[in-house]
């Protein structure tokens, strides 16, 4: 679907906006400091429920809103292109317990005026955001590239999503578990151990699995995008690495090759991760007794970033990171595309300046080729004047936008 209007109310720092979408393209220029990465972000957050970089919900409220007596914040979308339009709304309103005097804020979803879960707004606006700091995926910690995986997963798959929370609270769980066998001096752990072992294998074999898919499906797009940034010059792969299915060499290697292979529903080679998972478990009992924490799993997984087989985080240049998350980017935006049979809205933030002009081109091609595209830029010089011609242009100043007539 496509995205008509944007309408926040003291969404950071706007206080209030009524924003149309009525081109392909919406060019958005702005100094520094005006409110152009916030209002992709509100686009984001109503996509997907959640801030690409708060950490919580009071962060984005404006902060002139604390001065009411009820502060809250109000973001809302309005989509068209099926056969019939969809409101999206989140609302956040101050709750009446604070903890250190701290306000909270509560969120509530509601998909054309009716309360819903974060999962009922899957499928509804697929986005894809690239920020500058993008390249941390490539160079990064580990949990920025899982998070990242799982942020894609769960915006195409509401069952992908809800294994991720029950995995999440079954780790806790889990967790807290060996803390406390730890402490009494149990190494074996018994019956209770045992338990939550089985709902860690199985939801967690799950996430393995559709997290291996989801990265045999970018790396084949990516290679692809990559050959033609490069000029066909390195080979990108990227490459899924797990614990289960490292563990054993053999077993490993071939699964990893079986894993590789997949596309479409992934359902026929959990039993053997299922086996691999238990099989590690029941080799690391007392390791994971002594540490108090668990250490096998997808919360431990990561994603490998390969050029030529060298691996980038340690190997590459400054500009082969960056030519590496664009080529992700791309690849994330033709396999959203493909698996919900419409192609994301593409949200990009600032990242033209940083790209030479083959790169700036590719994307400028991948930009023609997709229905919606919302761009921001400090400046009009990043565009050409043909470029910007077919664009609606806006500029951002202070949290208002002020339309460009051309
Ligand atoms: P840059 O070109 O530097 O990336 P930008 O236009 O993307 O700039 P934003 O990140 O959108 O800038 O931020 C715009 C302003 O919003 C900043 O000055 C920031 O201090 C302010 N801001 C952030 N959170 C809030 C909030 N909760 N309430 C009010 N203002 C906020
Ligand atoms: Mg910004």
């Known amino acids: 679907m496509r995205l008509q209007r944007l309408s926040l109310t003291n969404f ?9 979408f009525p081109r392909p393209i919406t060019l958005l220029q702005g100094d520094n400091a005006q409110g152009k990465t ?20 009071r962060e984005v409220v404006n902060w002139l809103a604390f001065k009411e007596p009820l502060p809250f914040a109000r973001l809302e979308a309005d989509l068209a292109g099926a056969d019939f339009p969809v409101k999206l709304e989140i609302i956040l309103t101050r709750q009446a317990n604070q903890t250190n005097n701290v306000p909270r804020f509560s969120k509530q979803i509601r998909i054309n005026g009716v309360a819903r879960r974060a999962f009922d707004l899957v499928g509804h606006l697929p986005v894809v955001l690239f920020l500058p700091q993008d390249i941390h995926l490539v160079t990064g910690p580990p949990a920025g590239r899982r998070r990242y995986l799982d942020a894609t997963l769960c915006q ?30 149990n190494r074996q752990g018994g019956e209770q151990l045992r338990f939550w072992d089985e709902q860690l294998v199985t939801l967690g074999s799950r996430l393995t699995v559709r997290r291996a898919a989801l990265l045999s499906a ?10 033609v940034l490069s000029g066909g010059r390195e080979r990108l792969r990227l490459r899924y690495t797990s614990g289960i299915t490292d563990r054993l060499p053999a077993a490993g290697q071939q699964l990893a090759l079986d894993l ?24 690391l009992r007392r390791r994971e007794v002594a540490a108090g924490m668990s250490l096998l799993g997808p919360h431990r997984d990561d994603v490998r970033f390969l050029s030529e ?40 933030d600032d990242i033209m300046s940083e790209l030479d002009g083959a790169r700036r081109q590719a994307l400028l091609t991948l930009l023609s080729s997709i229905p919606q595209a919302i761009v921001t830029a400090t400046d009009w010089e990043d565009f050409s004047p043909a470029f910007r011609a077919q664009a609606r242009q806006l500029r951002v100043v202070e949290g208002r936008i002020e339309e460009i007539v051309a």
């Open 156 to 185: 195409m798959d509401t069952a992908y999503c809800r294994t991720l929370m029950d995995y999440s609270r079954v780790l806790t769980q889990r967790n807290a578990l060996l803390r406390d066998l730890r402490e009494r001096g």
């Open 309 to 348: 087989g060298r691996d980038l985080q340690a190997y590459g240049s400054r500009g082969q990171q960056r030519t590496a998350t664009l080529a992700l980017k791309l690849a994330e935006v033709a396999v959203m595309g493909r698996e919900l049979g419409q192609p994301p809205l593409l949200l990009l």
């Open 38 to 57: 916030n209002l992709l972000e509100a686009i984001y957050y109503l996509a997907t429920s959640r801030s690409p970089r708060a950490s919580t919900e």
């Open 12 to 20: 950071r720092n706007f206080a209030r906006l009524t924003l149309d």
């Open 260 to 283: 590789e292979g997949i596309v479409g529903p992934p359902s026929a080679d959990v039993d053997q991760v299922v086996a691999l998972f238990q099989e590690g478990l029941d080799a």
């Open 218 to 227: 970018l790396d084949e797009e990516a290679n692809r995008q990559h050959r």
